[in-house]
């Protein structure tokens, strides 16, 4: 219940008396308990509030089971999913091989999609696929970033501070480093 902000009295409180997020919320909360092996999601993403929407992409990327999601949100698609299916204007459904932007171009101007590029491992791995594992790690560094620099504010001792001011530091030249790769696999360059 934590993990969806169900603190203090607000486990307790009728949900007749919740809002309009807190019900969404406790609507997913008790659907992620039941633990089930598949998930149906239609638009999970609607009136929720990006807190939520951060937590539930995490959830996500731990979900050991399959999850059919069906949203026109296109950024949570490209940083949940592992396999994108598109239906084009005639109906007919295939598998993207880049990301959803990449295809709705490629459908105005007929152009084929992006191929394949090869990572620094000398594995091949899709734009789309890369482009979905930066957005996972830098979603991790800043709130990485965030957690230390809330700590650093109220560290009193000398020592400590140093450390977390280098610990900042070397997080902030990662996320510069994943953020720079990202923004160029995303604009082709």
Same mark, same amino acid.
């Given at each position: %219940? ?28 008790? /659907? ?17 509030? /990006?807190?939520?929407?951060?937590? /539930? ?35 007919? %459904? ?12 490629? %459908? ?32 991790? /560094? ?48």
């Amino acid at each position: %219940m934590q993990r969806f902000w169900f603190t203090g009295n607000l486990p307790f409180t009728e949900v007749r008396d919740l809002s309009g997020g807190e019900r969404r919320r406790l609507q997913l909360l008790a /659907l992620l308990a039941t633990q089930p092996n598949v998930l149906l999601l239609d638009e999970p993403t609607n009136d929720l509030d /990006l807190e939520t929407l951060r937590t /539930l992409e995490e959830f996500l990327d731990t979900w050991p089971g399959t999850a059919f999601i069906v949203s026109h949100d296109r950024a949570f698609l490209e940083r949940t999913c592992d396999v994108l299916l598109a239906i084009d204007d005639r109906g007919q %459904m295939r598998e993207l091989s880049g990301s959803i932007d990449a295809w709705l171009k490629a %459908m105005a101007t007929t152009s084929p999609t992006p191929t394949r590029q090869a990572t620094s491992s000398g594995e091949a791995t899709s734009p789309n696929k890369r482009l979905r594992e930066l957005e996972k790690s830098i979603h991790k /560094l800043e709130r990485s970033y965030a957690k230390l620099s809330e700590q650093l504010l109220t560290t009193t001792d000398r020592e400590q501070a140093k450390t977390r001011g280098d610990e900042l530091k070397r997080i902030r030249q990662e996320l510069d480093l994943a953020e720079l790769e990202w923004l160029e696999l995303a604009t082709g360059e």
